[in-house]
């Protein structure tokens, strides 16, 4: 009887047993087919285009700091002394050409000691003729004896000194002439004017300065580099000068200065920039000595992801998802960005449509050309 009742009791448990196996098996059967419906029912989060790292010479360069000034500036000053500025006709920012007039002075009072001054060479060469004459006839009394030795010396000497005093008249008229031309202030070479001090109707005293100008409009990058860096610059060197707007400026290294700051141990550049309009003397600006080219892979700028301060790439999976990898970056070229560890030369990564992408996001991948936009929601 107790062995009818533990053969019952066994079956009654192997039947839940069974039961229970069933009821799992269904349910898992029920997942998956959930699971896979709903694979195959989900939407791309955005479409994309893809790209390879590609292999490209890079070029390797250094950056210092430094000011933008100018090649040489020239101070134009007053010459004369005394005379009221009567008329300015430069200004800050102009360009000037060499002997082009930047201002005038009131010229009456030169000119009155001008013409004072010729008819002082006039009166002096009056003189002299009449003493040449004196002394032209007392030598040809000499023979005759009606008149001294003493007194023909006499005339001889009245003529050497009216001819000086003719030399000295002349030469007080030509320093007068010169005075004149100087109540015209010139320009001395070719340049842009870069300050103005004078005022119309100032009274100038000789020397006072006038006017700065940058001469032949030159503009030199005075970078600072350390004594360990000298030995990576040479004179002709190409550098990219970077102003504090962005805008670039091609330059050549015209002189390395032959001493070291004693406190800074720093090493003076001196950078011929070429003619440009966004380069300004006084400006601080960073720029780029050009050390030749090493190989490297890089990628679309786009592609490349900057979060909480570190740089990532978004790779694609065979699903059509992708992953979220970091990356470092190296140089920059004009069309890409260096990646030097975290992707292979083989590796398919989201190029257009990066930075709105998360980790493990489906896309969806277009042709190069067609826009990455989001994907319609339902």
């Known amino acids: 009887m107790k062995n009818m009742t533990h053969r019952k009791h066994a079956l009654i448990a192997a039947s839940l047993v069974a039961v229970a196996v069933a009821v799992t098996g269904l349910a898992a059967i029920a997942t998956g087919s959930a699971t896979e419906e709903k694979s195959a029912t989900a939407k791309p ?24 000034a100018a090649w040489q500036e020239a101070i134009i000053g007053a010459q004369v002394q005394g005379l009221r500025i009567n008329d300015v006709r430069a200004n800050v920012g102009d360009v000037v050409r060499q002997g082009q007039v930047l201002a005038t002075f009131a010229a009456e009072t030169v000119e009155a000691e001008l013409a004072q001054s ?36 006499q005339y001889t000497t009245a003529a050497k000194t009216a001819e000086a005093r003719l030399n000295a008249a002349r030469a007080m008229a030509k320093v007068n002439q010169m005075r004149l031309a100087q109540t015209e202030v010139r320009a001395p070479d070719d340049g842009t004017v870069s300050a103005r001090l004078a005022t119309v109707g100032a009274v100038v005293q000789s020397g ?12 030199e990058w005075r970078a600072e580099v350390t004594s360990s860096e000298l030995p990576k610059i040479a004179i002709g060197q190409k550098v990219t000068v970077t102003t504090p707007a962005g805008d670039t400026v091609a330059g050549t290294v015209r002189m390395i200065a032959p001493t070291v700051d004693p406190l800074t141990r720093n090493v003076q550049i ?37 979060r909480d301060g570190f740089a990532y790439v978004f790779l694609l999976k065979p699903d059509n998802r992708v992953q979220q990898v970091k990356v470092q970056a190296g140089r920059r070229t004009a069309d890409g960005v260096e990646i030097r560890e975290g992707v292979q030369s083989t590796s398919v990564i989201v190029a257009q449509g990066a930075g709105f992408l998360n980790d493990g996001d489906l896309v969806k991948v277009v042709k190069v050309g067609q826009p990455a936009t989001p994907a319609a929601k339902k």
């Open 208 to 219: 006072q300065e006038l006017f700065r100008m940058v001469r032949k409009n030159r503009l």
């Open 270 to 306: 001196f950078v011929d920039l070429a003619a440009n309009r966004f380069a300004k003397a006084g400006m601080f600006a960073r720029g780029e000595f050009m050390l030749g080219k090493t190989n490297g892979l890089t990628i679309p700028p786009q592609a490349l992801v900057m």
């Open 45 to 68: 989060a955005l479409t994309v285009t893809t790209t390879r790292p590609a292999p490209s010479a890079i070029a390797a360069t250094f950056g210092a700091t430094g000011n933008i």
């Open 118 to 153: 010729r008819a002082g060479v006039s009166e002096a060469e009056a003189a002299l003729a009449e003493a040449q004459a004196n002394a032209d006839r007392a030598r040809t009394l000499d023979a005759t004896g009606a008149m001294s030795a003493q007194q023909i010396n």
